[in-house]
Each structure stands twice: as C-alpha cells, then as structure tokens.
C-alpha cells in the first residue's frame, strides 16, 4: 500500500534553491513564518537523526571522514549549530579520479533547543565518523508520577 503525501510546492521551490545555491554560491530562501530551525548556505549538508527519550534529546549527525578537529559546535540565543569542513583530497600524481559523488566543503546545520533542555550540561562525542549531541533533559521539566487515592 502506498502513502499520500500532501504536496508542498514551497517545498520543492526550497529544494529547487538549494540545489542551485550549491551551484551558484548564493542566498537561501526561507518560509517566513520558519523558526530558527534551518539550513545556512553552505557546500553540504550532514544527515541527522534526533530522538527523545525521558532523560534526553539525542542528536546523531552523520560526519565520515571529518576529523573532530574540524567540527566546532556552539549554542547560542537557544539555537544549537553544529559547523565543520570535509575536506577533498586533492590529486596525487599517478592518480586520477574517474568520479566524485560525495558532497565537500563546509556545512553548517542549526537547530532550536527545546525549552525543557538543559543547555549547560549539554555533551558531545565523536566515534567512528557519528556526532552524538546528548541534550539533557532540565530536572524540573521531567515528568513525574503522583499517585492519586480515589476516596
């Protein structure tokens, strides 16, 4: 069975100016009534999976052969940004290369910090070309169970 999926032509208009910024090196579009959630201009973009569970947000950005040296991660005004370069190599002698697919360059991607974060405590590591981002959860904002007595 398949799914239906609501068209967005402002999102394919999106899509459209990203792939020509790519080429062009020029200003992004963006909705007007956008959060600070976005995409910046830049060369590519890292994939990322975010999760929640009860004690944290888990931000995993996929990052291969980028060294953490590379990577600066900042939170400012409530916006988590995570920036970095990947690196081309450049070509040896003797060695030429038939096809290049994977994305260069410096990438740039932000995203709102939930309000119940707790942004000081905030933790990152590195391994194996993954960034884990662990956003904790603030200790007021954990739910917490009350028993109620029915009379």
């Keep these: 069975m398949t799914n239906i999926t609501r068209w967005d032509p402002f999102r394919e208009l999106l899509e459209l100016s990203e792939r020509l910024n790519r080429v ?3 200003r992004q579009l ?5 959060r600070k959630e976005s995409l910046s201009v830049a060369d590519w973009a890292p994939t990322v ?6 004690e944290e947000y888990l931000i995993k950005a996929e990052l291969p052969e980028i060294r953490k040296e ?7 005004d ?3 940004t995570i920036q970095g370069e990947r690196r ?3 070509e040896e002698k003797g060695k030429k290369h038939h ?5 260069y360059g410096k990438f740039v991607r932000s995203f709102e910090v939930p309000d119940d974060a707790d942004e000081p405590k905030i933790q990152a590591n590195f391994d194996n070309g993954m960034l884990y981002l662990h956003v904790p959860k603030s200790a007021t904002a954990k739910p917490k169970a009350i028993e109620v007595k029915i009379g």
């Design 24 to 26: 062009f090196g020029g």
């Design 30 to 34: 963006t909705r007007s009534g956008e």
């Design 49 to 54: 999976d975010i999760t929640e569970s009860v």
């Design 70 to 76: 590379d990577v600066k991660i900042t939170v400012q």
């Design 78 to 80: 409530g916006v988590l």
């Design 88 to 90: 081309q190599e450049k």
């Design 99 to 103: 096809r290049i697919e994977r994305s």
